[in-house]
């Protein structure tokens, strides 16, 4: 896959997009990131990319043409690029936009800035707005990194069997099971026994009712659509007639 950034601040991505997994994977040539400066696509010698809103009121807004050109120049007017704009306006970034997006050859992620960007930029230009939550950033460079993370994590090869994004929470429609390493006891507070036991069935299914319950509890709402088995929704039952001790 090959992921461009438009941004005005070209710095905010060297950290984020150089370490880890990300940097594992661009090594790997399994991802190829551009990283692009807006102010390169503007006509002025000052590079001026924004403008007073016309109507009057607080801010700048970022003017069309850079955003434009910049656009036309990186897809080459390819326009099976999906052309992301990063704002709090956008359809909510959950699990399942993310494999959608790893199914592109191509992504373009545009960041906004806090005060915005003209209209006609979401028009005709963007293909798609995306919103990591309900809050705002001063720009969209902190959503575009957390949109290249939860991406590259899916492509194909970039996490070995063992770190498998299969078996990631949210991946199951579900919160992740409690996990546990050395010591058995630490300050007192031991591992929970059955985790030792070597009973690789218990432990499965131990696991799967701490995620059940865990859900249940904080996240309601992703109980609705997650893929409960019958077994699965038996538990969740018994649970909610209290018949069964909480964990
Ligand atoms: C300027 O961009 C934002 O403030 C932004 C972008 C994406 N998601 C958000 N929740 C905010």
Redesign the pocket.
Known sequence: MRIDILTLFPGMFQGPLSESIIQRARERGLVEIYVHNLRDFAHDRHGTVDDYPYGGGAGMVLRPQPLFEAVETITGGDSSVPIIL???Q?RL?RHQVAQELAGHDRLLLI????EGVDERVREHLVTDE???????????E??AVVVVDAVVRLLPGVLGSKESAVEDSHASGLLEYPHYTRPRVFRGWPVPPVLLSGNHAQIARWRREQALRRTMERRPDLLETANLSSEDKKFVERVKRGSLPSA
Do not use: E, Q
């Not at 960041?111 to 806090?114: E, L, P, Q, V």
């Not at 995306?130 to 969209?140: E, F, K, M, N, P």
């Open positions: 990063l704002t709090p956008g970034f960041c906004g800035r806090y995306i919103s990591i939550g309900d809050y705002v950033l001063s720009g969209g902190p959503a």
